[in-house]
């Protein structure tokens, strides 16, 4: 079994900051990619940003500049550093995984960010 545990979530003002953490236990061999997405009322979930074994970062358009992703391999642990937030970036944000050798990929459960204008 493998299991997500995100924190960090909250409710914050516009420009306000958070910090959102996600911690991978189980039987797990390597992790491969750590990555956030997230979900408004009404839309389709969307990544937001990745992170690659390498250290190699993608990120949506909407949030480079003002999210920051990073990674603790030694505690399978990944961070998300949100600056600057914006009503727009209200959502659940999900922890996502991708496993080697086998390619399987897991969630958390979701932690709510919301942010008022």
């Known amino acids: 079994q493998v299991q997500l545990v995100e924190s960090g979530g909250g409710l914050v003002q516009t420009g306000g900051s958070l910090r959102l953490s996600c911690a991978a236990s189980?039987?797990?061999?390597?992790?491969?990619?750590m990555g956030w997405y997230r979900q408004a009322p009404g839309k389709q979930r969307e990544l937001v940003a990745d992170i690659i074994l390498g250290g190699s970062t993608n990120y949506t358009d909407s949030v480079k500049g003002r999210f920051t992703i990073s990674r603790d391999n030694a505690k399978n642990t990944v961070y998300l550093q949100l600056n600057s937030l914006k009503p727009e970036d209200t959502a659940v944000y999900y922890c996502?995984?991708?496993?080697?050798?086998?390619?399987?990929?897991?969630w958390g459960q979701g932690t709510q960010v919301t942010v008022s204008s």
């Open positions: 996502h995984i991708h496993t080697t050798p086998w390619g399987f990929e897991y």
């Open positions: 189980g039987s797990i061999f390597s992790i491969n990619a």
